[in-house]
């Protein structure tokens, strides 16, 4: 299995930028795609997750209401739209692929990983 990510850059404080991440090398409809990121010194973090069907989302509560993920099961492809985009959200943002059909927050549910994408958010 093969993730990429892609679509982080540089943008100013309150604007947006949206992440990609396709898939390839099994049923990419089967499982559950979550989103992570790791900020300069600090752990890597769960972000956003979404089921397989795209009918259940969760967000950690310092992104909802900015932050959207969703999923195209026809383009193997994960999304995470940011909006309103904050200076604490500057991080390197992973997307990874869970063994399971509902995310979950820990790391150990997901099997396979992106190579990760640079965020940064100037002020």
């Known amino acids: 299995v093969q993730l990429q990510a892609s679509g982080g850059g540089l943008v100013q404080a309150g604007g947006s930028l949206r992440l990609s991440c396709t898939a390839s090398?099994?049923?990419?409809?089967?499982?559950?795609m979550g989103w992570f990121r790791q900020a300069p010194g600090k752990e890597r973090e769960f972000v956003a997750g979404?089921?397989?069907?795209?009918?259940?989302?969760s967000y950690i509560d310092s992104v909802k209401g900015r932050f959207t993920v969703s999923r195209d099961n026809v383009k193997n492809t994960a999304y995470l739209q940011m909006s309103s985009l904050k200076p604490e959200d500057t991080a390197v943002y992973y997307c990874?692929?869970?063994?399971?059909?509902?995310?979950?927050?820990?790391?150990?549910?997901?099997?396979?990983w992106g190579q990760g994408t640079l965020v940064t958010v100037s002020s």
């Open positions: 990874a692929q869970s063994s399971k059909l509902e995310p979950g927050v820990r790391q150990d549910e997901y099997d396979y």
């Open positions: 979404i089921n397989w069907s795209g009918g259940s989302r």
């Open positions: 090398g099994r049923t990419f409809s089967s499982y559950a």
